[in-house]
């Protein structure tokens, strides 16, 4: 079966450190990419996506995200952190083959003021 | 602005007594999705329509039913609920043209069963 696996599940930082999510899947084929935020109480927001073209994609809030496909990954970035990118963090993705978003169980980050 | 809507926003229900949640799209999207999320998980996909083509995850209880009766609605229908069923209800849309099959969220629906 098909898989998403994020890395770390809990993440706690000070505000203005770096931050990479890990995000990797299993699918071989062509896939679309997604990382969605989830502040608390809020619903799902999208905060950056990757269909084609630059691997390299600019979101939302200063979040950028990689796919590197030989790695099967699409890590996201954030240089400098704030209180109020506390949240949780799912990566997805959509296989060429089907509609279903595969995601992964979620990083929730907590940036310490 | 093109959007989903669902409501109620949040839906408190008895043990046992039916429940609808209902979804709405301006988006003309073909696919409609219901998820249920319960705290600090991923979303869990419940079953989508393609236009009105009916599709059930295998792992979905039969205690969920939805129903499409056009493109713009979808209703999500809990014939009797359980402690269980307690999480949030989400609403998504996508268009199944290329592989920019990006998934529209709407706010979801927070279920409260006493």
């Known amino acids: 079966a098909q898989s998403v696996s994020q890395h770390n599940h809990h993440v706690i930082l000070s505000e203005a450190a770096s931050l990479e999510l890990g995000c990797n899947y299993s699918y071989g084929g062509t896939v679309n990419l997604f990382w969605y935020v989830q502040y608390p109480g809020q619903h799902l927001q999208l905060l950056l996506k990757y269909f084609s073209g630059d691997p390299l994609v600019k979101g939302i809030k200063g979040f950028e995200a990689e796919f590197i496909k030989s790695k099967f990954s699409f890590n996201l970035r954030k240089p400098s952190v704030q209180w109020s990118d506390t949240a949780e963090y799912f990566c997805?993705?959509?296989?060429?083959?089907?509609?279903?978003?595969?995601w992964g169980a979620g990083t929730k980050l907590i940036i310490k003021p | 602005d093109a959007m989903v809507i669902q409501n109620p926003r949040y839906q408190v229900t008895q043990f046992g007594k039916p429940v609808t949640l209902s979804c709405s799209q301006t988006l003309n999207h073909n696919v409609m999705y219901w998820y249920q999320q319960k705290s600090s998980q991923a979303p869990k996909l419940l079953f989508h329509y393609y236009d009105k083509d009916f599709n059930n995850e295998a792992d979905t209880p039969d205690n969920f039913q939805s129903r499409r009766p056009n493109t713009s609605f979808c209703f999500l229908d809990i014939r009797s609920p359980g402690l269980g069923d307690a999480a949030m209800y989400l609403c998504?849309?996508?268009?199944?043209?290329?592989?920019?099959?990006?998934?529209?969220f709407g706010p979801g629906t927070r279920l409260t069963v006493l």
């Open positions: 997805a993705v959509i296989q060429d083959s089907n509609y279903q978003l595969i």
């Open positions: 998504a849309t996508s268009t199944p043209l290329g592989l920019a099959r990006e998934q529209f």
